[in-house]
């Protein structure tokens, strides 16, 4: 029997772009660069208005330890900086740079002949000096997850490659056509942690991709075990794959994964870290599924940070007659945008477009005390005791509960026969909690100062 987590769900795949390999996208003619890709501080312009750069350049330095700099997709003029439309929901600080065409490197990317030797320390700082944050959509500086304290020490390195939401297909495509890199990268992860056990997991709807990582660590120098996982979502939360292939279990909130001598890197982070570590890339593009079955010739795309979601539409075929929403990310866990024009950050792995079918949102029911959500939920929460609480403002109540512990998978609102928007719910409870926790801290700050 394969391994896997108690609890999940199994939404209907939707896998429409398995079989399309990663197309270039044209260069676009002009890049909206956020200054905040990342879960952190955001990081600080370095360029203004006028000024020339050129592809891979540095234009924003980080803010804080977490927090990363941000580097010109592309080579030409900046045009302009303020604030634009952002996938995270809200307008952000912009630097929009316009293309001139000739695509040039900035004169620091160079490869490094000797890459190989370089110790954990040059690792962590080429992985921040090329602006890296975790590309499976949570978007964590990754030289962050390089550096664990002393107490506590990384034994194991675990790369998902799981790719569990509907419709998206990047990473699998990327295990397809860059499996060398892949595991060149899940090394340099071990080395940089000194861990001594490195894993692959897949979800085996993937057979093509298990085989072939199988086969490159069978043929190659690479000391990596690579794990077939039942199909289930989600299966490539970082705390369900550790459950899954090491039986580990990840304590509540605050606790980490490093707290059980585990580390997660999505595998299209470890292409960017092998770019990082050898040719001292930025991460200046990537891979992103455009999907759905509102879009007429869904695609896999290798795209310019900054780059218009309108214009990967495009390349797309366009929308449909009938498209009625369009997300970032897939559709458990992505973010509805309210425009097309706002730019591909560093985790966005898939633009999907939604039908009116899909989008129709029916009227909330009352709770029939089923126990489905209870049954899916991974995180072994009461999803609607908390989202009840959290909807009559009984936020210590909630918290009580575990909200904070919910990771806004969606299963249990997908399983709700009463339609009940409960990861809705919680969500707005555990934004409430910290808001209270944050206020109080501050309260508690001034009385000492």
């Given at each position: 029997m394969k391994k896997t987590f108690r609890g999940g769900t199994h939404p209907p795949e939707w896998k429409l772009t398995a079989e399309q390999p990663g197309e270039k996208l044209k260069l676009p003619e002009k890049v909206y660069v956020p200054i905040l890709q990342h879960i952190g501080a955001p990081a600080i312009p370095l360029v203004k208005k006028g000024d020339e750069v050129k592809k891979g350049?540095?234009?924003?330095?980080?803010?804080?330890?977490?927090?990363?700099?941000?580097?010109?997709?592309?080579?030409?003029?900046?045009?302009?900086?303020?604030?634009?439309?952002?996938?995270?929901?809200?307008?952000?600080?912009?630097?929009?740079?316009?293309?001139?065409?000739?695509d040039e490197w900035?004169?620091?990317?160079?490869?490094?002949a000797d890459w190989e030797s370089v110790d954990a320390k040059t690792i962590r700082e080429r992985v921040r000096n090329a602006g890296l944050a975790g590309m499976?959509?949570?978007?964590?500086?990754?030289?962050?997850?390089?550096?664990?304290?002393?107490?506590?020490?990384?034994?194991?390195?675990?790369?998902?490659?799981?790719?569990?939401?509907?419709?998206?297909?990047?990473?699998?495509?990327?295990?397809?056509?860059?499996?060398?890199?892949?595991?060149?990268g899940a090394q340099i992860v071990s080395k940089a942690v000194g861990a001594k056990r490195t894993f692959v997991g897949i979800e085996d709807n993937k057979p093509d991709a298990v085989s072939v990582l199988k086969k490159a660590v069978k043929d190659g120098k690479f000391d990596i075990k690579v794990v077939s996982l039942p199909v289930k979502y989600p299966q490539g939360a970082e705390k369900q794959l550790i459950n899954a292939i090491t039986g580990r279990e990840v304590p509540p909130p605050?606790?980490?994964?490093?707290?059980?001598?585990?580390?997660?890197?999505?595998?299209g982070s470890c292409v960017a870290i092998y770019n990082a570590v050898r040719f001292n890339k930025p991460l200046i593009e990537r891979y992103v599924t455009v999907s759905g079955h509102a879009v007429n010739n869904p695609v896999n795309l290798i795209a310019r940070i900054g780059t218009p979601f309108s214009e990967l539409v495009e390349a797309a075929g366009g929308y449909t007659k009938d498209a009625a929403k369009l997300l970032n990310g897939g559709p458990m866990m992505g973010s509805a945008?309210?425009?097309?024009?706002?730019?591909?950050?560093?985790?966005?792995?898939?633009?999907?477009?939604?039908?009116?079918?899909?989008?129709?949102?029916?009227?909330?029911?009352?709770?029939?005390?089923?126990?489905?959500?209870?049954?899916?939920?991974?995180?072994?929460?009461?999803?609607?005791?908390?989202a009840r609480l959290a909807e009559f403002e009984r936020f210590e109540d909630a918290e009580n509960l575990g909200a904070l512990e919910c990771m806004e998978c969606g299963s249990c609102t997908y399983v709700c026969p009463s339609k009940r928007n409960l990861v809705h719910h919680i969500r707005f409870g555990k934004t409430s909690i910290m808001a209270l926790k944050k206020k109080e801290a501050q309260q508690t700050k001034s009385k000492g100062a």
């Open positions: 350049q540095p234009i924003a330095d980080p803010g804080g330890f977490v927090s990363v700099p941000v580097h010109s997709p592309v080579s030409g003029k900046v045009v302009s900086i303020g604030t634009y439309p952002h996938a995270f929901g809200r307008d952000v600080e912009t630097i929009t740079i316009e293309s001139d065409g000739a900035h004169e620091n990317i160079k490869e490094d499976g959509g949570a978007a964590f500086p990754t030289h962050v997850k390089l550096s664990p304290p002393e107490e506590k020490p990384i034994n194991t390195v675990i790369i998902n490659g799981a790719e569990c939401e509907p419709y998206l297909t990047s990473d699998h495509r990327l295990m397809l056509e860059k499996p060398a890199e892949i595991l060149a605050p606790g980490l994964p490093m707290d059980v001598g585990c580390l997660v890197q999505n595998v945008q309210w425009t097309d024009m706002v730019p591909v950050i560093k985790g966005t792995s898939g633009i999907v477009v939604l039908n009116k079918e899909e989008a129709y949102i029916s009227d909330e029911q009352p709770c029939i005390c089923c126990g489905r959500c209870i049954s899916v939920c991974p995180v072994f929460l009461l999803p609607t005791n908390i």
